[in-house]
């Protein structure tokens, strides 16, 4: 680092452009055109968010190079399924998915470390089985294994799942007429696009029952990403009244919610 400039993934960082309201809403009419170059200038335009996000995760000891690629992965995808008629900023849109994005890769990439005990207790196990199939011509269970090495069979069934190696989604599980079914294809997604749909009618309705400033502070908030003291600002209130409103908005809301 000299002069202020901080390198990562060979990008200057002191250099990056910012993008102003007008900028960022001609780009996304192009990128909706199928302008790339558009596309490009909005990825550039939105790397400080990406550097912001990144901090967060500073005490991960991970390569900041590493996390900022992947933020820009997030990045991109929230810019490809950003959808503009919803009235929420970008980057209120776009930092959920970021954070998103790092996390999956912090857990994809965390090496999963068993204990030596339950590696020994696997591996007798394991020992144990072949000797009694060859022993007694067929696949022993559990409990005869248990017996043989004097092991509990709760211990052995955790010893070996412990030491089996994870299974991603993608992971081909039957195939026939070119027809590939995966593991993620097995796996019930309980947030489908019905309830989330149903969920943001109800939100709707909650929202309703608030009076006209309760209203302006949750939609300044939480839809336009504004913090307590900009919303003060632009209500002429205190901080501390925007606080105790937004807490008694959400709170009818819930209870609205819940009954």
């Given amino acids: 680092m000299a002069g202020g400039k901080v390198e990562i993934c060979g990008v200057n960082t002191a250099k990056l452009p910012l993008l102003n309201a007008r900028e960022k809403e001609e780009l996304f009419e192009k990128i909706a055109e199928g302008d790339k170059e558009a596309r490009e200038k909005y990825i550039e335009g939105n790397l400080r968010l990406v550097l912001s996000v990144i901090k967060r995760f500073s005490s991960n000891n991970e390569n900041v190079d590493d996390l ?24 209120t849109y776009a930092v959920p998915m970021i954070i998103g994005e790092i996390r999956r ?7 999963i470390r068993v204990s030596r005990s339950l590696k020994d207790t696997a591996y007798k196990a394991i020992y144990a089985k072949e000797s009694l199939t060859k022993k007694n011509m067929r696949e022993p269970t559990i ?39 995966y593991v993620m294809d097995q796996v019930s997604d309980k947030k489908n696009r019905e309830e989330l ?51 008694n908005a959400l709170k009818t809301m819930r209870n609205y919610l819940e009954t």
């Fill in 68 to 91: 900022f690629q992947i933020g820009c992965i997030g990045l991109m995808k929230a810019i490809d399924n950003f959808d503009t008629s919803l009235n929420v900023k970008f980057s």
């Fill in 143 to 181: 409990m005869e294994i248990s017996q043989e090495i004097g092991i509990p069979k709760e211990d052995i069934v955790y010893a070996l799942d412990a030491i089996q190696n994870p299974m991603s989604l993608y992971e081909p599980v039957y195939t026939e007429g070119g027809d590939t079914l």
């Fill in 105 to 111: 890769f912090l857990r994809d990439n965390n090496t």
């Fill in 197 to 247: 749909w149903v969920e943001h009618l109800s939100l709707s309705d909650a929202m309703k029952k608030l009076n006209a400033r309760e209203h302006e502070i949750i939609t300044l908030r939480f839809f336009e990403g504004k913090t307590q003291m900009e919303v003060a600002d632009m209500i002429g209130i205190s901080q501390a009244q925007v606080s105790r409103l937004e807490k």
